[in-house]
């Protein structure tokens, strides 16, 4: 059984930081593509940022220099440090992994940036 559970979200003041964690188990976690997603209220969702096994990365324009990816195989579990956190940044962030055809999500964690 394929579980990525969500943890890290909370509620923030803007200008400030978080750090998003997603847990994986029941996928060989070291070959996967591993990204973070976000959909805010009446939105869709939306891509933030995705690490390759081999740690290549990749940021939406929106968070570039703010957030940062990074995953450690050993623990099967991949990261989303943000900050200078703005308002527009709230929203529930779920976690992917990708490999071939197949596609997991995470059930999400809410990040409420305000002041």
């Known amino acids: 059984q394929v579980q990525l559970v969500e943890s890290g979200g909370g509620l923030v003041q803007p200008g400030g930081s978080l750090r998003l964690s997603c847990a994986a188990s029941g996928i060989t976690f070291s070959i996967y593509v591993m990204g973070w997603y976000r959909q805010a209220p009446g939105k869709q969702r939306e891509f933030v940022t995705f690490?390759?096994?081999?740690?290549?990365?990749n940021y939406a324009d929106s968070v570039k220099g703010r957030f940062t990816i990074s995953r450690d195989n050993a623990k099967n579990t991949v990261y989303l440090q943000m900050n200078s956190l703005k308002s527009e940044d709230t929203a529930v962030y779920y976690c992917n992994g990708q490999w071939g055809s197949r596609d997991y999500w995470g059930q999400g964690t809410q990040v409420t940036v305000s002041s």
């Open positions: 690490i390759t096994p081999g740690g290549s990365t």
